[in-house]
């Protein structure tokens, strides 16, 4: 006689799987003409700004993640130590001083005149 499959006791494993950083309560209107993974970057930088709140400030100038998009290219989400908002270097462009190895938007950098540590 073959054994028979033993229901497990409680909900389905579809319904136990719950979305912990993004609960969707903001507006997804201004990303439905983005590409899907620049839309997934923006969600991710207003996740890390909700999460980091008021540290923003002891943190800016800091790498936060590095994300390896393919072989090839290597994403970052950074705090620009200028404008203290969250980047992302494919997005924002991304520039290390040389001297004190802070991070900047490529726009605070532009405007500071702040040259990469690369070049």
Do not use: Q
Request: charged share 40%; proline share 3%.
């Amino acid at each position: 006689m073959p054994r028979t499959k033993k229901k497990s006791v409680g909900r389905p494993a579809k319904d136990r799987t719950h979305d912990y950083i993004d609960d969707g309560s903001h507006d997804d209107a201004d990303d439905e003409d983005l590409p899907s993974d620049e839309a997934g970057r923006r969600k991710i930088k207003r996740n890390y700004e909700e999460l980091l709140g008021i540290r923003v400030e002891k943190l800016k100038g800091r790498v936060l993640n590095r994300e390896k998009i393919n072989k090839n290219i290597d994403g970052l989400y950074f705090i620009c130590f200028e404008c203290k908002k969250i980047c992302h270097n494919l997005d924002e462009g991304w520039v290390e001083e040389a001297v004190t190895l802070n991070n900047y938007c490529a726009a605070c950098a532009k405007a500071n005149s702040i040259r990469s540590s690369a070049a």
